[in-house]
């Protein structure tokens, strides 16, 4: 049997694997607020980054490894190739975290043997025991995964994960990499190297997976059953393609069919210890968190965290649940931390007041950040009567955004109307403040505010995603638009909130542009798509 710590970790991989997802790219502080969400979440191992990627992954992950976790917080992992200057550079970047692993993978599938590796079994069964134990020489915790695991031989798995261990591995993950697997074969792969690998006990077994064909929460579910203890996932599901195992789906599951699983655990049915370390109630704001700054829009149908996922729209429904919740409901809204949405605040409101609110909801601030929050609550209650939670968090999520800002939005106007040419003036200035003013026309006040704002930065694209929705309900409620530009096959997102959805909309288009203007030139490796070639390596 595979080690059991007696329930299951966590491993979030939002910040790794999530971010590869096309459009989701964070900068540092964007990262470091997400990894201190996380942290209050309480999941086990954050992943903080592939450090080796670029000169600003190595920072950011080693900026969470400085500030975020502690002695009794979550484990700081970083995710290296199976080479040596990868993995030296994952022990640099995570060396101040207090709890550390190196999180170092090879591919072992003949598909990716032959077409990508271009390396023989054989290879393979030499670079693991060498490049586990040189990982082992800069930290006590590794985790070895064999990428593609759920479309290797079964046999070759055996024999790499077995070398793996002996060589100091803590951890073997088993990634299904493409999203192929199907629950009951995902478990018989599970139980095979549970059963078949003579030293599995010194080790804790992990699953990873991607959403190709919808299944990887209940392929992780199943492996659970079979021995699983780690389950690798990112908040929303969001990753490459389809995306990962969504951290809420699996942690929910694990709650809510509690008496189904605990067996597993060789726990009574009835037992009421929870089988993760997550706090439920920091569910909603760590998805919008993540949300709002990767710019990926969460689906209003999605489970647990989706817009609709708690609403009664039917009136049978409606009836049903005001005469006993249980009629339709299997999870409570606030065993998320959905509450009532409080409306905390007004225009009378002081700042200590809003300090009080924030800190109540997680965010603790700098004097500067505070100082900046407090001025945008000031400008937004002059504007709307009630403040709720959500237009705190907007507000915000929007402050980290900024720090690396290239241009800055100064003015916008528009006029449009039935018998009027929508047209837009803005005033963006630049880092050394010298500001610029243009006026452009367009299909309607947005296209026109789009035109205007490119003419001024002169830094052509394609938009290819503009979305509206409420922060909250009501006429005065502010409006969240989310933009994605693209230039040269990449993507940018932008984010933001106001009552006026033609401001925010402005606002998202500067924060996508700076983030394109910062990105572009970043040089930078995937971790999976580009082979260990010297020439490709960055100096860190
Ligand atoms: O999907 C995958 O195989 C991965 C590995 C690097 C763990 O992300
Ligand atoms: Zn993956």
Redesign the pocket.
């Known amino acids: 049997m595979a080690k059991d710590p007696g329930r299951v970790l966590i491993f979030d991989?939002t910040l790794r694997?999530g971010e590869q997802s096309p459009g989701a790219s964070l900068n540092l502080e964007e990262k470091l607020a997400i990894a201190q969400q996380l942290a209050r979440l309480g999941v086990d191992v954050i992943e903080a980054g592939f450090p080796f990627a670029s000169q600003g992954d190595f920072a950011a992950v080693q900026r969470i490894a400085e500030q975020v976790g502690g002695e009794e917080g979550p484990i700081i992992c970083g995710?290296a190739r199976a080479s040596g200057p990868d993995i030296k550079a994952c022990a640099k970047a995570i060396e101040a975290a207090p709890r550390k692993r190196i999180?170092t993978?090879i591919a072992t599938s003949d598909i990716h043997l032959e077409h990508k590796l271009k390396k023989s079994r054989k290879e393979v069964l030499e670079i693991v025991p060498e490049m586990v134990k040189y990982a082992r020489s800069f930290v006590d915790d590794v985790e070895f995964?064999c990428?593609?695991a759920a479309r290797s031989d079964p046999e070759f798995l055996y024999e790499v994960i077995e070398l793996a261990i002996s060589a100091g591995a803590g951890t073997i993950?088993i990634?299904d990499?493409v999203g192929y697997i199907t629950p009951s074969e995902f478990g018989e792969l599970i139980s095979g190297i549970d059963k078949n690998v003579s030293n599995i006990d010194e080790a804790i077994l992990s699953v990873?997976g991607?959403n190709d064909l919808g299944l990887a929460v209940a392929n992780f579910l199943e492996a659970v059953k079979k021995g699983a203890r780690q389950l690798?996932c990112t908040i929303n599901g969001i990753g490459e393609r389809a995306g990962n195992a969504a951290l809420e789906e699996l942690v929910m599951s694990l709650h809510v069919r509690r008496r189904y699983f605990n067996p597993f655990f060789k726990r009574e049915p009835d037992s009421p210890t929870p089988l993760t370390a997550i706090r439920t109630e920091e569910i909603t704001k760590t998805s919008r968190l993540v949300s709002n700054l990767t710019g990926m829009v969460v689906q209003p149908n999605k489970a647990i965290v989706g817009a609709n996922a708690f609403a009664h729209e039917s009136g049978i429904h409606q009836d049903g649940v005001l005469k006993n919740r249980l009629t339709y409901e299997i999870v409570d809204a606030q065993t998320v931390g959905l509450a009532d949405n409080r409306i905390s605040l007004g225009k009378l409101s002081g700042r200590s007041a809003v300090r009080a609110r924030l800190e109540e909801l997680g965010y603790d601030l700098s004097r500067e950040d505070l100082n900046e929050a407090f001025a945008r609550f000031k400008d937004l209650a002059d504007r709307k009567r009630e403040i709720t939670d959500r237009d705190l968090e907007a507000i915000v999520s929007e402050q980290v955004q900024q720090p690396e800002a290239r241009f800055q939005l100064k003015l916008v106007q528009v006029s449009c109307g039935t018998a009027l040419r929508p047209t837009a003036t803005i005033t963006l200035s630049d880092q050394d403040g010298k500001e610029e003013t243009r006026a452009s026309v367009g299909t309607g006040p947005v296209d026109a505010v789009c035109r205007a704002l490119d003419s001024l930065a002169d830094e052509p694209n394609e938009l290819v995603e503009f979305s509206v929705k409420s922060v909250t309900e009501g006429i005065d409620a502010m409006g969240e638009v989310t933009i994605r530009l693209r230039r040269n096959g990449h993507l940018y997102s932008g984010h933001s909130a106001d009552t006026d959805v033609v401001v925010a909309a402005a606002q998202a288009y500067v924060n996508a542009l700076n983030r394109l203007v910062a990105n572009e030139n970043a040089q930078s490796i995937h971790?999976?798509r580009d082979l260990v070639e010297p020439a490709k390596r960055p100096s860190i």
């Open positions: 991989t694997d995710l999180h993978f995964s990428e593609d993950n990634p990499t990873h991607h690798e971790p999976q």
